[in-house]
């Protein structure tokens, strides 16, 4: 515990039996789990992932026909991940959808957001940060490049310099409507 700087708690796990609702649509139990790991975190940076499903589906089901969401193996005619045949879906074509997140989140959220999902570069850095997020995740773009982070952070503060931003905290959540 001594060597964590801080601690993701996943309130986005419905994965298991799918029979079975899913302990984050308890709201009492979220709520229990959220007051107890506070506690026990003590003065570590806690955060939590949100779950994201009960935000409508048209998007989802939008992004998923356009891009697939399970994948099958024609050698040996199985799918290819997950025991029911699909998985969680990540990198680039989650963006639209997790920009929706960001910003539903932190515009209602009185803490500070974290937006993840879809950012392979720092244009995407830069959308999620205007779309509402303190800060932001990255997760598949580093399966593809083990240097990622390095070069993304590189690649910020060039695209930073370019559009005269001095501090993210000039443009967070400043996206307007049209
Ligand atoms: C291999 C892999 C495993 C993941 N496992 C989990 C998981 O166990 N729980 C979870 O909430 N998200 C999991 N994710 C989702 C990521 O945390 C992240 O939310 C998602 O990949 C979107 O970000 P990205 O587009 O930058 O990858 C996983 C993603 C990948 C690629």
Request: hydrophobic letters at 40%; proline letters at 4%; charged letters at 20%.
């Amino acid at each position: 515990m001594k060597e964590l700087a801080g601690l993701e708690i996943n309130l986005n796990c419905p994965y298991g039996n799918m029979a079975v609702p899913s302990y984050w649509k308890n709201i009492d139990q979220v709520t229990e789990l959220i007051i107890r790991t506070k506690k026990a975190a003590r003065d570590k940076i806690l955060w939590f992932k949100a779950p994201t499903a009960e935000y409508p589906v048209k998007e989802i089901v939008a992004a998923v026909q356009e891009n697939g969401g399970y994948a099958i193996d024609i050698e040996t005619r199985k799918f290819r991940c997950g025991s029911w045949g699909g998985g969680g879906y990540s990198g680039p074509a989650l963006k639209p959808y997790a920009i929706m997140c960001t910003h539903n989140s932190s515009k209602n959220a009185k803490i500070p957001v974290i937006g993840s999902g879809g950012i392979v570069c720092a244009k995407d850095v830069i959308e999620h940060i205007m779309a509402g997020a303190h800060a932001v995740q990255v997760g598949s773009a580093n399966l593809m490049r083990p240097d990622f982070m390095a070069r993304l952070i590189e690649e910020l503060e060039a695209l930073m310099d370019q559009m005269h931003i001095e501090s993210l905290d000039e443009i967070r959540g400043c996206a307007k409507y049209l």
